[in-house]
């Protein structure tokens, strides 16, 4: 068996000289290969003697080689051999399915074809394995060698390491993106107002956790601000210098779930066609917000379990194992010991989470922040509009304090900034009819949004005849996720095989 080697080891440095190969790159990151390509411009032996060239290529830092017109490999530099170890003889294809990491290789053959093909030089990114099956990321160039007459009678190839070039290329998009989603965030941050009881003691709870690692369960009804508490938690933590990434994890379709969280490799699935960072890698060393955590599917919550167990998982499509030093803070609107009991949330994730329950009471539960709030909103909104506003109207404010807030402090905040818009004086006022005055239940608001869930649910099934996906389905109507609807199904007890059509 043939191996491609050299017996020319030292002949290549000058006595009194060493080389450490790889440690630094030349200017021209093809210096060695334009040296080489004017001393092969025809018949190696008719020019200068092909041991002499083989001693300028192993001077070369850069991995360097040469393929002959029939495309077998002839030679290979010392810095290659270092690398790669040591390397069968044979054709270019197969000397790259042995290398190139498997992901790469078409692309990789592909341009090599297309410059032996054409006769023109290429340059492509590909990993390469070394000696100890690790990869790196290397800049692939190969440009034909031609003879006195213009005819291609080899070709040179070179690979430069641009791993860390990669790299950082890759951390700066992680922090860029999570820049930005820092910045969108940054206005809803100052929105924590109020003095009442009920927030402080939330408040005092965060501030006693703020400084740990442990993972954070926040419950509340919708528009209580669980995000700006998360964002609090963070900013107070010793990974406030860190990206705060947030996730809603019943925006997401249920296929797509594990790849946003997670990364994809490409290829991974239909439509991967390169490969994805996810919410993880992007948090690395901060802070990972995932809201609306009980509308997971069960397939992602086991991999989550996995790496709030384990602080590690895979991309989607890829064995390869990726730590991750991340915090971890939850959030959910739902009652998760009972969707428990529906059989929709795994209890073994819940204890994961429930390490230190944070739940912030519903703005009804807070009247004395109201006027605050309102005071704050006014003046935030009055500024934009550049509008003058010096008082409330006293009916007006005692018809805020009043009001149950169901949508709690987001309904607030779009009830003021719409009469702001509206207001033609330095008095502001609300309009009445914005605010319902339909007589409330005297149920508990929990029970009584349960209810209009159901109803709302089985008059859907009723008119779909049962079907809950599909163009025609349940789901569609209703506008959320079949899995998320099948779950809803479950929790609320509701048959839907009795909307079935005969």
């Not at 167990?309 to 991309?315: L, P, S, Y």
Request: hydrophobic share 40%.
């Amino acid at each position: 068996m043939n191996y491609v080697t050299s017996d020319v080891e030292t002949a290549s440095i000058p006595a009194g000289e060493t080389h450490e190969f790889g440690s630094h790159q030349p200017t021209d990151p093809i210096l060695g290969a334009q040296v080489l390509k004017h001393l092969m411009v025809a018949d190696s032996a008719a020019y200068v003697n092909a041991r002499h060239i083989e001693q300028v290529m192993d001077a070369v830092p850069q991995h360097m080689f040469i393929i002959e017109g029939d495309s077998t490999l002839s030679f290979v530099n010392r810095a290659a051999r270092q690398y790669l170890g040591l390397i069968e003889a044979g054709t270019l294809t197969d000397h790259l399915s042995a290398i190139i990491h498997s992901e790469d290789l078409d692309a990789l053959s592909s341009a090599y074809q297309d410059a032996m093909t054409h006769g023109i030089s290429v340059e492509a990114e590909a990993r390469v394995r070394n000696r100890n099956g690790q990869y790196r990321w290397f800049l692939h160039q190969l440009f034909p060698l031609h003879d006195e007459d213009g005819q291609v009678v080899r070709w040179c190839g070179t690979r430069i390491d641009i791993e860390d070039h990669k790299g950082s290329k890759e951390q700066a998009q992680r922090e860029n993106v999570a820049l930005r989603e820092e910045i969108d965030a940054m206005a809803m941050f100052e929105e924590i107002v109020g003095t009442s009881p009920r927030l402080q003691a939330v408040l005092a709870r965060v501030t006693k956790v703020a400084p740990t690692d442990s993972t954070v369960l926040i419950t509340g009804e919708t528009g209580t601000g669980k995000e700006l508490i998360a964002r609090a938690i963070h900013k107070r933590s010793d990974r406030a210098n860190r990206p705060f990434v947030s996730v809603n994890c019943a925006a997401i379709p249920r296929d797509l779930i594990a790849s946003e969280l997670f990364g994809h490799e490409k290829g991974a699935f239909t439509g991967a066609m390169q490969r994805r960072i996810g919410r993880f890698e992007l948090a690395e060393g901060g802070t990972l917000f995932l809201d609306e955590i009980g509308e997971l599917p069960a397939e992602t919550q086991v991999a989550l379990l996995r790496v709030l167990q384990e602080r590690e998982f895979q991309r989607v499509g890829s064995n390869q194992t990726i730590r991750a030093n991340v915090r971890v803070i939850v959030a959910t609107h739902r009652d998760l010991p009972a969707a428990i009991e529906a059989g929709t949330f795994r209890a073994d994730l819940y204890y994961r989470i429930n390490v230190f329950p944070l739940e912030i009471p519903a703005l009804r539960d807070r009247k004395e922040d109201i006027r605050l709030l309102v005071e704050y909103f006014i003046d935030r909104y009055a500024h934009k509009t550049g509008k003058r506003i010096r008082n409330i109207e006293k009916k007006s404010l005692d018809r805020l304090q009043s009001y149950p807030w169901p949508g709690n402090i987001r309904e607030l905040q779009n009830v003021i900034e719409r009469s702001v818009i509206l207001c033609d004086s330095e008095s502001f006022s609300v309009d009445d009819s914005w605010l319902s005055t339909v007589q409330r239940s005297s149920r508990p608001l929990v029970q009584e949004m349960t209810s209009q869930e159901k109803e709302l649910i089985e008059a859907a099934l009723a008119e779909c005849k049962g079907r809950v996906s599909g163009p025609a389905g349940a789901a569609a109507k209703l506008g959320m996720p079949p899995s998320t609807l099948d779950s809803k199904i479950r929790s609320l007890k509701i048959d839907k095989h009795r909307f079935y059509s005969n």
